[in-house]
């Protein structure tokens, strides 16, 4: 039985308990969030080695780490090597996004090295075979791509990327609208250039009973992306993207029918005063089913700072009940992430997911800022350093300039902490 299957029966799987210790709430709790959709915990049953996490209505907001190779750089080295950085710097999931080198021998090694649970785009690796086998992506057949979404089912991988909702409808949109940056999902844009070529209709739309199958035998989690996702402000909230929401909505239901855990996949770039009601609009259409947003990037124009810019985004979204947030690096627009980017990334999204957390009331969120206001109030340097969610930094800075007091070098003398303690007599709280 799948988790959804379990949990639709009345049984609290070992997951769902796990799931439960690690937020600090009740297992029936989690039961029934995914027995009604609106918590997944994907944990395809070859990966035996992971960790499950819990993600959706309720529970801390999660941050994703994409890694992966690219035609021009990276080997399985190089990949572990970002798969180490992103546990370490406290991603819930790594996506392993590999498009260059052994695709299948990258992913076996990730997925045999992390407790995370790990996503991938199977259609990447199905459109470079039909390039090395037919000449063109566009020759692709459809048994290729559902051999290479059974593989990567087999080999352990807990969620896929299927743009199951770019359909000839929603191209037909995408063409009428005119847009600035067209389509920047590079499974989306596989997708459409075979419609388009082959005159038909999307295969993982067309046979999607038969990705419900692969899925459902392995327990693998569909996140349903988004193909025709914004690329820049001005293609936002567009009538091509809503579109292929609408379908995401059915195909969500039709998931969930066949015992298929499934969350759903969102923008992208998105001005500040849109990301609410994109949120809203996910939530209601998909019966509320966990929603995972790229960023969302709320300004073009910060290349190299991006890690910023879709961390302000996943801050509002969150707070708006976006349950997953996919990290964006510095390297963003510009080049393939080093493991520095990598860190970067995981930190940025998740003092986004933090802070939407403390919104939603998850629980312990508002608790670890009141630990850290009291720590900074009794200016005690090693509680604040541990607290902070890059201890390493914390101290590194702390010490960067000695200060003859207890107080730190910006204000030494003249703390005003001190200064006012001194004054009322009153003394810092307690940790
Ligand atoms: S010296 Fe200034 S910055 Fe440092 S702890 Fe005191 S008030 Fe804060």
Redesign the pocket.
């Known amino acids: 039985m799948t988790q959804l299957e379990s949990a639709r029966e009345g049984i609290i799987s070992p997951q769902m308990r796990l799931v439960a210790e690690h937020e600090g709430v009740e297992a029936e709790l989690i039961r029934q969030g995914v027995a009604e959709g609106t918590i997944i915990i994907p944990a395809n049953i070859k990966h035996t080695n992971l960790v499950p996490c819990g993600i959706g209505r309720g529970l801390k907001t999660k941050v994703n780490a994409n890694i992966g190779t690219s035609s021009d750089f990276g080997n399985i080295d190089t990949e572990l090597e970002k798969l180490r950085v992103a546990i370490d710097s406290g991603a819930d999931t790594v996506m392993d996004l590999s498009t260059g080198g052994d695709t299948s021998a990258i992913r076996g090694a990730i997925i045999a090295s992390s407790p995370l649970p790990i996503g991938t785009v199977p259609i990447y690796q199905a459109g470079i075979e039909a390039i090395a086998r037919h000449g063109a992506i566009v020759k692709m057949t459809a048994d290729e791509l559902f051999a290479v979404i059974e593989e990567h089912a087999r080999d352990g991988v807990d969620f896929i990327t299927v743009h199951c909702g770019v359909t000839q409808s929603a191209i037909a949109r995408l063409k009428q609208q005119g847009r600035v940056a067209d389509v920047v999902s590079r499974g989306g844009a596989f997708l459409i250039g075979w419609i388009l070529h082959n005159e038909r209709e999307n295969p993982l739309y067309e046979h999607y009973d038969r990705l419900l199958e692969i899925a459902r035998e392995f327990d693998v989690t569909l996140s349903l992306g988004d193909g025709m996702r914004p690329g820049c402000l001005a293609d936002a909230t567009d009538r091509a993207q809503v579109e292929e929401l609408l379908v995401i909505g059915e195909l969500v239901q039709r998931a969930q029918q066949a015992g298929v855990q499934v969350m759903v996949e969102g923008p992208g770039h998105l001005p500040l005063n849109q990301i609410e009601a994109n949120v809203q609009l996910e939530k209601a259409i998909c019966k509320g089913a966990p929603f995972y947003v790229l960023g969302p990037l709320v300004t073009d124009i910060a290349a190299g700072y991006d890690h910023i810019t879709g961390a302000i985004g996943g801050a509002i979204a969150a707070a708006a009940g976006t349950d997953f947030l996919c990290y964006v690096t510095p390297a963003e627009h510009l080049s393939l992430p080093d493991p520095e980017d990598v860190r970067q990334g995981v930190i940025a999204s998740r003092i986004a997911a933090h802070a939407g957390d403390i919104v939603k009331g998850v629980r312990g969120a508002q608790e670890w800022d009141m630990k850290m206001s009291k720590a900074?109030k009794g200016?005690d340097w090693e509680e604040q350093a541990r607290l902070s969610l890059n201890p390493e930094l914390s101290r590194r800075v702390h010490s960067k300039h000695a200060?003859a007091g207890s107080?730190?070098?910006?204000?030494?003398e003249?703390?005003?902490?001190?200064l006012v303690e001194k004054y009322l007599g009153i003394s810092a709280p307690k940790c």
């Open positions: 900074r200016l200060s107080a730190c070098s910006m204000c030494g003249y703390c005003a902490m001190e």
